[in-house]
């Protein structure tokens, strides 16, 4: 299939048509934030699926049940997607959901409302080697082709959402003050119950130590991997095949040094420092 039977075009991105549509686009458009809204949001392969998991439980303190009865997609649905016109009115309060979406296309209700924003940042060369293994096993996206010619379509934004280095620009610059918090992926792969404790005390969960525990536990990657409810076993063969590779496929940092060549290294560093080097945060890794 061609590239235009696959993905559409939505203010210069490429979504693919098997989970977003022109309905589902203007759905987002018209959805209406509530104050107690949670979204996490990251550029695609940066922790999505763990957020999935864990904001449920620290909205709830701790109870399991959305985790082991309700499927990732439908507990915490994608802001964009069809699915979440199908869901919408079954989500307890407070609603988590997941975006993938840069700051400048959040719906008007978002900027009108207190909703509260979790921004998962994980090292860029990572997330490139994840989104190369995910190319091969998902049936509905485009053959990735050579690493090399993946990363030629990483750095230039000819992938799903666009540039990464975008994607992080536009939540850095926001206007949202203490309705946001950056989190990185490594962070919460280092002291995941710290990670927690973090999460707990911006979302004014005030979970006990026990809990925060407990959470931790069923949010490993051990476990997340053998829970049918977040591993994507679910979904039919033809479009995901985990026998191409697993969808949750190591969840480690620093993937990338099994991958890169020197020159392509230096290829990858040299584009993203370019484009972040008028930028006046800091990138939480080193890009060598």
């Given at each position: 299939m061609s590239s235009d039977e696959i993905c559409m075009l939505y203010h210069?991105?490429?979504?693919?048509?098997?989970?977003?549509?022109t309905e589902s686009l203007k759905f987002v458009q018209e959805y209406?934030?509530?104050?107690?809204?949670v979204v996490a949001v990251t550029y695609p392969k940066s922790g999505t699926i763990w957020m999935q998991e864990i904001l449920p439980l620290v909205l709830n303190g701790?109870?399991?049940?959305?985790?082991?009865t309700i499927p990732n997609w439908d507990r915490v649905p994608w802001l964009e997607e069809k699915r979440l016109a199908v869901v919408v009115d079954q989500l307890p309060s407070p609603r988590a959901l997941v975006t993938h979406f840069p700051y400048h296309l959040m719906p008007p209700s978002f900027h009108a409302s207190k909703a509260k924003v979790i921004y998962v940042m994980r090292n860029p060369k990572d997330v490139m080697v994840s989104s190369?293994?995910?190319?091969?096993?998902?049936?509905f996206l485009m053959d990735p082709g050579t690493f090399d010619e993946f990363m030629a379509k990483f750095l230039e934004g000819r992938v799903l959402f666009g540039k990464w280095t975008d994607h992080v620009k536009s939540w850095r610059h926001t206007e949202l003050g203490d309705?946001?918090?950056?989190?990185?992926?490594?962070?919460?792969?280092?002291?995941?119950?710290?990670?927690?404790?973090?999460?707990?005390?911006?979302?004014g969960?005030?979970?006990?130590?026990?809990?925060?525990?407990?959470?931790?536990?069923?949010?490993?990657?051990k476990t997340m991997k053998v829970n049918s409810m977040s591993n994507f076993s679910l979904v039919p063969k033809v479009l995901m095949d985990s026998d191409k590779s697993p969808f949750l496929r190591k969840g480690v940092v620093g993937d990338w040094k099994n991958h890169?060549?020197?020159e392509q290294l230096a290829r990858f560093t040299?584009?993203?420092?370019?484009?972040?080097?008028?930028?006046?945060?800091?990138?939480?890794?080193s890009l060598d």
């Open positions: 210069g991105l490429l979504l693919p048509k098997e989970t977003h549509s209406t934030f509530k104050d107690e809204d701790g109870d399991l049940t959305p985790i082991q190369y293994y995910f190319h091969q096993m998902a049936g309705r946001i918090m950056y989190i990185t992926y490594e962070e919460m792969v280092q002291d995941l119950p710290a990670a927690l404790r973090s999460l707990s005390d911006f979302l969960s005030n979970l006990s130590e026990e809990v925060i525990q407990k959470i931790a536990e069923h949010c490993s990657f890169f060549s020197s040299s584009v993203i420092r370019k484009e972040m080097e008028d930028e006046s945060f800091p990138l939480p890794w």
